[in-house]
């Protein structure tokens, strides 16, 4: 009669003796760093990370939190990635002339300050409303002197004469092949100059790509804060002088920027300025006002 009892009991010991066994072999369950962190870290080492949007202390929204009067605007802290603010972020856009930040990025990786440029004919084909005061065809500038001359006044011959000078193809498919790098995915340049509205890229990642060359190339931006720029054309020997375009330039705290517009973008600006807790990218695409637009970036995040 008491037989089964003594089997169910047997049988109970039996199996917490197997659990016990199986739970020390197996022992606590851990969590392994990511695999991939680890490999961005070791690959990116020369190039600044760049935070998740979940990091932001401003949500992005497809509705200003103000009257902005633009299409698309972003802000972006150039020390840690983040986007702190950002309406419109991930829309494409046409980047008109600020397309030239990532024309000066690929003349500095990629051809010599001192080589000298010749102005050829068909670098002024764009058009008589295109054409930068005190720039002719045969005008010899070298690549430092022109890169003046790229970003103040924001020539389009410049642009043109820098891709022309290293192979056009070439050129552009090192703007391109530089996004790329870059992680800029929605970000793509038909020409150098930004005349063409297939050259286009988002608030996010225009902010994105001017902190990268901030980083790399921050003479580019430190050229872009004086009002004009003495260039010496080669081979008389003469200096001229190249008005900026924007009207930022030479106040304080502004740490250098671009202006864009094509009758397709409307007014474009990516401006730098230092703020509080370190520089500030500001974007905006398509403003009726870009520099009152700007301002109240600025204004938002402060």
């Known amino acids: 009669m008491k ?11 039996l199996i917490a003796l197997l659990a016990a066994i199986v739970f020390s072999r197996s022992g606590p369950s851990t969590i392994r760093p990511s695999d991939n ?17 979940a990091q932001t202390p401003f ?8 009257n902005l009067n633009a299409k698309a605007a972003a802000v972006g802290d150039l020390a840690t990635g983040n986007l702190l603010y950002g309406f419109n972020a991930d829309m494409r856009w046409p980047v008109a002339s600020i397309t030239k930040i ?17 102005m050829a004919p068909s670098d002024f084909s764009a058009g008589s409303t295109s054409l930068t005061a005190d720039l002719q065809p045969g005008d010899q500038y070298r690549v430092r002197e022109l890169l003046k001359i790229l970003l103040l006044p924001s020539s389009n011959e410049a642009a043109e004469a820098f891709a022309r000078t290293y192979g056009r193809t070439a050129f552009m498919a090192a703007m391109n092949a530089k ?9 793509h340049f038909d020409d150098p100059s930004g005349i063409s509205v297939a050259n286009q890229s988002t608030p996010r990642e225009f902010v994105r790509l001017a ?10 931006f430190e050229t872009t804060r004086s009002r004009v720029a003495t260039a010496q054309e080669v081979s008389t020997g003469s200096f001229r002088q190249f008005s900026t375009t924007n009207n930022f330039a030479g106040r304080a705290g502004f740490l250098g920027g671009k202006t864009g517009t094509t009758p397709e973008a409307g007014d474009n ?22 520099y009152a637009a700007t301002e109240s970036l600025l204004q938002l995040i402060r």
Do not use: K
């Open 3 to 13: 037989r089964p009892g003594i089997i169910f009991l047997i049988a109970g010991a």
């Open 37 to 53: 962190g680890a490999a961005a870290t070791s690959s990116q080492t020369s190039l600044p990370s760049v935070s998740p949007d």
């Open 59 to 66: 949500a992005t929204s497809s509705a200003p939190a103000f």
């Open 102 to 118: 990532m024309t000066a990025q690929i003349v500095m990786d990629l051809m010599d300050p001192e080589m000298i440029v010749t």
């Open 179 to 187: 996004a790329a790098a870059w992680g800029l995915g929605n970000t």
């Open 211 to 220: 902190r990268m060359v901030y980083a790399l190339h921050p003479e580019i």
């Open 269 to 290: 600006l990516i401006s730098i300025f230092q703020a509080d807790g370190g520089p500030v990218a500001v974007l905006v695409f398509g403003a009726i006002d870009r």
